[in-house]
């Protein structure tokens, strides 16, 4: 299973763009990579996913490198309500499959 | 979209009780999976399920329990609840194919006193 490393927080100002990168330098060919997003007091939610190149969905893009041993989620124009834990995935999902969640990144978004 | 509920929002119990944190899914989803949340230890799988009577354990499943009678419910058991397992508790469900997300419920805070 691959681990991730992700920066433990970042802060931003309302209107800028957010790049978090996330390691995983073991990944697998079978891997995908999956970005959840979490407010306190709430479960995860799953935001985008990706196996190479570029993804892109209405709330954000995904930047895969070639290697894919890094990705980077993207937040077009944050608000005040993207402030939360950002969490990187690295896995399959087939019978057995096991997930391991890193701490997250804490993205603060200042007025 | 995806709803997963969990029974009970809060909940107390005392040391020593039998405790049961229910879930359920609506999308027929095949797997599904319990973790718990503690502040500086991120989310650690508990137990998870891949098809109805099937189960398999996680990174954590000491003092734990798990019941999948039908596809859309699937049960956390703590036989003798301990203060240590006082946590948030989050299911998740997910389709069986390659790369499918998944989708969490709001989570029940268990508190053992």
């Known amino acids: 299973l691959a681990k991730t490393t992700q920066p433990i927080s970042m802060d931003s100002y309302e209107g800028q763009e957010v790049n978090i990168t996330c390691s995983h330098n073991?990944?697998?060919?079978?891997?995908?990579i999956t970005w959840y997003q979490q407010f306190p007091s709430q479960g995860p939610r799953f935001i985008i996913q990706?196996?190479?190149t570029k993804v892109t969905n209405e709330v954000a893009s995904l930047f895969i490198p070639a290697d894919r041993k890094s990705s980077t989620l993207s937040l077009p124009r944050v608000s005040l309500s993207d402030t939360a834990v950002y969490y990187c995935l690295v896995g399959y999902n087939t019978g057995g499959f096991k997930t391991i969640f890193g701490a997250g990144t804490r993205l603060f978004v200042k007025a | 979209d995806v709803k997963v509920t969990q029974s009970s929002r809060y909940l107390v119990k005392r040391t020593g009780e039998k405790v049961f944190l229910e879930c359920v899914q609506d999308m027929d989803h095949e797997n599904m999976f319990w973790y718990r949340q503690d502040p500086g230890l991120g989310l650690r799988l508990i137990y998870f399920s891949y098809d109805v009577k099937m189960k398999e354990k996680g990174d954590i499943p000491e003092g734990y329990s798990v019941s999948r009678e039908k596809k859309e419910r699937f049960s956390l058991i703590l036989e003798s609840a301990s203060t240590n397992q006082t946590s948030m508790y989050l299911c998740a469900s997910s389709f069986q194919g390659l790369g499918s997300p998944l989708h969490f419920g709001n989570g029940t805070r268990l508190t053992v006193t």
């Open positions: 990706g196996y190479k």
């Open positions: 073991n990944i697998a060919t079978n891997d995908y």
